[in-house]
């Protein structure tokens, strides 16, 4: 570990210093740089550049609809399937192409949202003041690491544009629903044009300094009869130079929320308790450098830091509640840093070569506190664990074909080295076709309690990485009226799952092994077509076939992992259809229609689990934003938004029931 964090660092601080000699055999040739993805490679690359399957949502587009969270805006992106498990605020998880739901790394601004070994809840997740998400499906621990398996998810902050600019909304709906936000943007210095004309010409004449800040605040009573509210507040500020600065790009972003859930339902989802809660705490900081020494070469350094602090609470329901395990409290503080430097260097005319270091650390700390009829079981726990790494990735346009070709070592001080690589091609065949394929590997750490976990439940320090190995074939073309119709084939094997047991090998030996394995496969397919009889329509579908290679630990047809049988709560069919239509200077239209099919599950309410299959199920989201609202009040839009419209009843866990029809309305202003 100490040799590999040592080289890290020489990388960290080399590629800051090494430029410097490169630039002075730079040209001095400029390219006007296209429309850009940043997650699929961590650099300016073109979006026909990209071997790996590449979405984006804009986020001016979902609050034009009234998208409010991230699990809602995810579901029209092929190879994704979300399962919330109730009301508004409940757990939701995330199964890209069929993987694990700790297979998906989210980030803001480069800053991780998941926990150390991937867990993650988008179900409190909200879409305030950003700007863009950018979905990559496919391996990418080669650039990100840990958790990357199945996918990377990026949201970027809005960052204004250096004019004074105030937008506030208020709106309510359906099941006691309030929303609420307030944001201001502004600019700090004025650009001499005779001093500074360089700079002026690239920042477009704006401010040298731009900022932003922003509150807001959602809540719900639910959907439930009883101890079912939601309550989400946040507050994001971010501070940079102005975007396209000829020298240099500074971003400093910091992110707060805090949520409260109450949920009665237990393990099969039936409402029995009128006091358990949960709330998150959780800060995020972010820093983003860039220097440009030369039209050939620049540095990026990113600096994160996030602490996520969750409670749960479950005491006595009264006086009289005193048999059985009857309350449950826990905490727990988990932090993570990470610092990354990657210079990339342009060596061809579209040919660049990226190498970075990163290193991180993790820390976890909690308490919890069960209480019974047989005493009060009090517990602690606290563990570190310590990464570093080095890649590099070339990547460019060689003609009719585009490459990339990347390889990781990373360095853990839980399980020690572990390597990635990932290659992709893809060939332009005539003006308005591609053909893509891509092959690599990923892993995903342990979670800490896996590890380290101490008491009734023994962690493994021991446990090695879940991996995986990918690939992927597919193949896009643009028609006539700018329609563009993109077709991929994917294939996953994953290895070295770990598995719970609670009859260990021997007494007082770990309950987590590297036992289970299983297999992922499918298609997606994705359309646009901008103009059809004055609509914008897009479309997407997946087909996803999981199986079990190798049950491990479980055995029985209910259990959780059966062999032959498929992953639980992935559909094997998702279908969606997005139709908008402007509505002259009246406003814009908008309807979602997403068809989820029947997928397994187990309906914990029964000693063993029993299995069940879920119905599918089709809902439709209507939204309406009506701008003429602005010749009464100026800068007012009114937005009219109908979830579930056909008040379709359908539960995506077992046993849980969901939202039915569900109507809200705001109003926003901006000046």
């Given at each position: 570990m100490n040799r590999l964090l040592k080289l890290s660092m020489q990388v960290l601080v080399g590629s800051v210093l090494v430029p410097a000699a490169a630039s002075a055999q730079a040209s001095g040739d400029t390219t006007e740089v296209p429309t850009v993805v940043v997650t699929a490679t961590r650099g300016t690359a073109a979006l026909r550049s990209h071997t790996a399957t590449v979405s984006v949502l804009d986020g001016a587009?979902?609050?034009?609809?009234?998208?409010?969270?991230?699990?809602?805006?995810?579901?029209?992106?092929?190879?994704?399937?979300?399962?919330?498990?109730?009301?508004?605020?409940?757990?939701?998880?995330l199964f890209t192409r069929g993987g694990q739901s700790n297979y998906t790394r989210v980030l803001i601004d480069g800053v991780p949202l998941n926990e150390p070994g991937g867990t993650l809840d988008l179900g409190r997740i909200t879409l305030d003041g950003i700007e863009r998400i950018e979905v990559v499906r496919g391996p990418a621990s080669v650039l990100y690491g840990s958790e990357a398996v199945t996918g990377v998810i990026q949201l970027f902050t809005r960052r204004g544009d250096g004019r004074t600019r105030v937008d506030a909304e208020i709106g309510g709906g359906s099941y006691g629903a309030q929303r609420a936000a307030l944001g201001v943007s502004g600019g700090i210095g004025r650009i001499d044009g005779a001093a500074d004309g360089a700079r002026e010409s690239a920042a477009g004449g704006r401010p040298p300094v731009i900022w932003s800040l922003r509150g807001d605040h959602h809540a719900s009573n639910g959907i439930l009869a009883f101890n079912n509210a939601y309550r989400n507040d946040g507050l994001v500020a971010s501070v940079g130079t102005t975007p396209g600065s000829a020298i240099a790009d500074v971003s400093l972003t910091a992110r707060y929320n805090g949520s409260l859930y109450e949920f009665p339902t237990g393990s099969d989802g039936t409402p029995e308790d009128r006091n358990a809660r949960r709330t998150v705490h959780r800060l995020m900081l972010g820093l983003d450098a860039a220097r440009r020494w030369s039209e050939r070469v620049d540095t990026r350094v990113q600096l994160s830091s996030s602490e996520f602090r969750p409670r749960d609470d479950d005491g006595p329901d009264d006086a009289a509640d005193t048999t059985g395990f009857y309350g449950y409290h826990a905490r727990a503080t988990v932090r993570r840093f990470l610092a990354d430097s990657r210079t990339t260097v342009r060596v061809g005319d579209d040919q660049y070569l990226t190498v970075g270091g990163e290193v991180g650390r993790d820390t976890e700390r909690g308490s919890a506190l069960s209480l019974s009829e047989f005493g009060d079981s009090p517990s602690s726990f606290r563990a570190a664990r310590d990464n570093a790494a080095i890649y590099a990735q070339a990547m460019g346009d060689a003609g009719a074909v585009s490459y990339t070709l990347g390889g990781r070592l990373d360095d853990n001080s839980a399980f020690g080295t572990f390597h990635t690589m990932r290659a992709g091609l893809a060939w332009r065949v005539g003006a308005a076709t591609r053909v893509r394929a891509s092959a690599g590997n990923a892993f995903k750490a342990p979670s800490f309690f896996e590890n380290f976990a101490e008491g009734f439940t023994v962690g493994n320090p021991a446990l090695r990485p879940e991996r995986t190995r990918s690939a992927e074939l597919g193949v896009e073309t643009v028609l006539g009226s700018g329609a563009s119709v993109r077709v991929t084939g994917f294939t996953q094997r994953f290895t070295d799952l770990i598995q719970y047991t609670g009859a260990p090998p021997s007494a007082g030996e770990p309950n987590f092994y590297n036992i289970a394995a299983a297999n992922a496969g499918g298609v997606e397919v994705e359309a646009s077509f901008p103009a059809v009889a004055g609509f914008a329509v897009s479309t997407g579908y997946t087909w996803t076939d999981t199986r079990v290679v190798d049950a491990g630990f479980d055995a029985g047809a209910s259990a959780n992992f059966v062999e032959g049988g498929r992953l639980l709560r992935r559909p094997e069919h998702v279908l969606t259809a997005l139709v908008t239509r402007p509505l002259g200077d009246v406003g814009h239209l908008s309807l979602l229609a997403t068809h989820t099919g029947e997928r397994e599950d187990r309906d914990f309410g029964t000693f063993p689990a029993s299995v069940v299959f879920l119905a599918p199920y089709t809902t439709v989201d209507v939204s309406a934003e009506l701008t003429a609202v602005d010749r009464l009040v100026r800068g007012a839009t009114l937005l009219l938004r109908v979830e579930n419209a056909a008040n379709v009843r359908y539960r995506a866990i077992a046993g849980f029931d969901t939202p039915g029809r569900t109507l809200s309305v705001a109003l926003k202003l901006r000046r």
């Open positions: 587009a979902l609050r034009a609809e009234g998208v409010t969270h991230l699990g809602d805006a995810l579901r029209r992106v092929p190879g994704l399937a979300l399962s919330r498990t109730s009301s508004f605020g409940s757990q939701v998880a």
